[in-house]
Nanobody, 124 residues
Framework: QVQLVESGGGLVQTGGSLRLSCAASLRPFSSYAMGWFRQAPGEERVFVAAINRSGGFIRYADSVKGRFTISRVIAKNTVYLQMNSLKPKDTAVYYC?????????????????WGQGTQVTVSS
């Protein structure tokens, strides 16, 4: 059974930082492109960042460019999302997702596997 387990969420003040982790039971991990998405209350799930299988290609939503960094460590079967300069509008449940794709994928419905989500709350 494939599992994606997010961790690292929490409550932080405006301007603070958090690092989200997503541990994947996918085998081989290097065959999957990974993405981070977020969903605020009453809103749909939206793209945050994506990384291709090798880690050589990355894309970010305009709203997080320059503040968030996605990375992956193949040996640890883990993808990370470093979030700096956090703002109240970043408050949401953050999900990691995996898809068996060569390239980047930014569309949520194309992903095969999802984690349970981790709450990020940024106070003003």
């Amino acid at each position: 059974q494939v599992q994606l387990v997010e961790s690292g969420g929490g409550l932080v003040q405006t301007g603070g930082s958090l690092r989200l982790s997503c541990a994947a039971s996918l085998r081989p991990f290097s065959s999957y492109a990974m993405g981070w998405f977020r969903q605020a209350p009453g809103e749909e799930r939206v793209f945050v960042a994506a990384i291709n299988r090798s880690g050589g290609f990355i894309r970010y939503a305009d709203s997080v460019k320059g503040r968030f960094t996605i990375s992956r460590v193949i040996a640890k079967n883990t993808v990370y999302l470093q979030m700096n300069s956090l703002k109240p509008k970043d408050t949401a449940v953050y999900y990691c997702a995996a898809v068996g794709s060569v390239g980047l994928v930014t569309t949520p419905r194309l992903y095969n596997y999802w984690g349970q989500g981790t709450q990020v709350t940024v106070s003003s």
